[in-house]
């Protein structure tokens, strides 16, 4: 039984100065998490609680999926992830640090490594498999924008595990039953969500899914179709090449009625108005990454050209430099395009805009950000023409192109109906690594022919610190925190009101009959508090169950509220447990 007389707990009535987001300003105003440092929280008293409630869910659906609990250490040493690159890749966002001899070491931001390293030490034989291991344990990332609270925090509590298996069908199988795992533990946590295709970014391997729990706070942009089960993070969108760039198709009507034969003079004075450059670099570059214009003859004929890959940083920068000097752009003749109508066909996100220059020439730009390439088709020598593409690095010959920024009513990939578009925060994802890590540390097993092979592993990750800040985030509505019954750090807030002594014991005895049914209880006793500034408290800490002791004691009844609903109703003092339960 929590006794709010004596709980370690301020509620404050002012919003924190720094809190952008109502999880960050919820949790710190109910007394649930405290600043440390930029990014870095301590957790009080019910706060602590939430988090091992969140905790316990996630252990006992990992423990469920069969995967096992160890614990690493947070402070590693640089080797490990100096052989997979990462000590390097990771960038700023690694916490580096030296011991006293000078020997690099890192707070670990997850790992890998480790656990490769781990399994390569004990395990040898593919009878040892298939295995998974995961912990809990607090995660190191010097972000660049610790922003709302434990949302996004340098010093984080995550659950990851890692699977281990000797072929593809044993990694499908580990990634499904983590990815069945990871929807109990949500459902539990009372978190709405939706599970969406995503990119493995540092982590690299293949296939990967994000659970993303939509709101208006997330950081993160997912699509969904709104007729099939299609979804995906903006990041990893993938749109079919459309109609307009397959010369046997129509097209939209706006390039049927397009007027004069552009000439590549021309096209080349309008990029220049349009992406002034200076020196190699189009000066567009910070919003920029592929450029695709599309030449577009009296005839019909269609003609998209990428003309660039500029991009918002350095690297990419380096590569419109090696691969698309403007020069080359102006060596193009007309010529070029009646030799090879299909000189370059690249196109990038799901349209193009269609606009009349100043000479009259319609040309279709699509300046839109871009993390991936272009598609390319009927290229006469594909990476050796005009700008040097290659494929797999500059292009997916799958017929879809990436796009970054996708567009609300843009066609479903998949079965082409409207896509709605929504943010979310990522609360879990889930990789198939393959054999990038186990190939680096040489983890490998002897396989039933007695031959030496790699083994293919799976990583997988829960937010659980940032779980917290979800649930918050969801549920929690104009007056204060709102918790789901399991997470909650008790389920019943007693509210004692007046200064009689029998309305205190009568709450005082209800909290134990309560407890003694297994139901946990906070229990507000604080003598000389207004009952106005108890209720502000009650529905401002989250509470599933408020029960209010007080006048109505003298009739033999109490108040019950539902903290969700704000629905009241008044119980025989001796039925009040029932009602709750
Ligand atoms: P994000 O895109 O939000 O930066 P991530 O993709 O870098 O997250 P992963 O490497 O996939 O994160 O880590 C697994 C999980 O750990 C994430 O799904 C997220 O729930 C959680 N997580 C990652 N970074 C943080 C952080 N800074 N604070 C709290 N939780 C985090
Ligand atoms: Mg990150
Ligand atoms: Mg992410
Ligand atoms: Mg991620």
Not at 106 to 114: I, R
Not at 481 to 496: D, G, N, S
Request: a negative charge; hydrophobic letters at 40%; glycine letters at 10%.
């Amino acid at each position: 039984m929590l006794r709010m007389s004596t709980l370690f707990l301020r509620t404050l009535r002012d919003d924190p100065a720094d809190a952008e987001v109502v999880s960050h300003r919820l949790l710190v105003r109910a007394g649930y998490v405290r600043r440390a440092a930029p990014g870095i929280y301590t957790w009080l008293p019910l706060g602590w609680q939430v988090l091992r409630n969140v905790e316990r869910v996630v252990r006992e659906e990992m423990d469920r999926a069969g995967a096992q609990e160890v614990h690493f250490p947070a402070l590693l040493p640089r080797e490990p992830y100096e052989a997979t690159g990462r000590w390097t890749e990771y960038g700023d966002n690694l916490f580096r640090l030296q011991d006293r001899r000078g020997g690099d070491y890192l707070l670990g931001p997850t790992h890998e490594e480790m656990f490769t390293l781990l399994v390569k030490d004990l395990y040898s034989s593919y009878k040892d498999l298939p295995l998974s291991l995961y912990q809990i344990q607090n995660k190191y990332r010097d972000e660049a924008r610790p922003r709302a609270g434990i949302l996004r925090g340098r010093e984080f509590v995550m659950k990851d595990s890692y699977s281990f298996d000797v072929d593809d069908a044993g990694l499908q199988a580990s990634y499904d039953a983590h990815r069945v795992a990871y929807q109990r533990i949500f459902d539990r946590l009372g978190l709405d969500y939706v599970i969406v295709s995503a990119v493995s970014g540092a982590m690299g391997g293949s296939a990967s899914e994000e659970f993303l729990a939509p709101t208006g706070s997330g950081e993160d942009t997912f699509v969904r179709c709104t007729s099939c089960d299609y979804a995906a993070n903006t990041e990893a969108v993938r749109v079919p090449v459309p109609d307009a760039l397959d010369p046997a198709a129509t097209g939209p009507a706006h390039v049927e009625d397009t007027p004069g034969t552009p000439t590549i003079a021309s096209l080349v004075e309008l990029l220049q108005e349009r992406f002034p450059r200076t020196g190699r670099a189009w000066t567009a570059a910070d919003t920029l990454k592929n450029v695709v214009v599309m030449l577009v003859a009296p005839d019909g004929t269609r003609t998209p050209l990428v003309v660039g890959v500029p991009g918002d940083r350095e690297v990419d920068l380096k590569r419109l430099e090696a691969n698309v000097a403007p020069a080359e752009v102006e060596a193009f003749t007309e010529d070029d395009f009646t030799r090879h109508p299909a000189l370059v066909r690249g196109y990038i996100g799901p349209r193009a805009l269609g606009e009349e220059s100043a000479s009259g020439i319609r040309y279709l730009v699509d300046p839109r950000v871009v993390t991936g390439t272009a598609w390319v088709t009927g290229a006469d020598e594909p990476g050796k023409h005009v700008i040097d593409l290659v494929a797999g690095r500059d292009f997916t010959p799958d017929g879809t192109v990436e796009a970054a920024e996708v567009r609300e009513g843009d066609p479903c990939p998949v079965d082409g109906a409207p896509l709605t578009i929504a943010r979310g925060i990522e609360i879990g994802h889930i990789f198939q690594l393959g054999r990038k890590y186990a190939d680096a540390l040489e983890l490998k097993v002897l396989d039933q022919n007695g031959k030496q092979v790699v083994v293919t592993m799976g990583s997988y990750g829960v937010g659980v610190s940032r779980a917290v800040a979800a649930i918050a985030e969801q549920r929690a509505d104009g007056i204060g925190l709102v918790w789901p019954r399991e997470i909650a750090p008790a389920e019943v807030h007693i509210v004692a009101t007046g200064k009689d002594d029998a309305v205190f014991s009568a709450a005082e005895e209800l909290a134990r009959e309560l407890e003694s049914r297994g139901l946990r209880t906070l229990l507000d006793d604080r003598r000389g508090v207004s009952p106005g500034v108890k209720f502000k408290d009650a529905e401002l800490l989250g509470m599933p169950w408020i029960v209010v002791v007080g006048k109505g004691l003298a009739d033999g009844v109490l108040e019950v509220r539902e903290r969700a609903t704000g629905e009241k109703h008044e119980v025989a003092v001796e039925g009040a447990a029932q009602a709750v339960l």
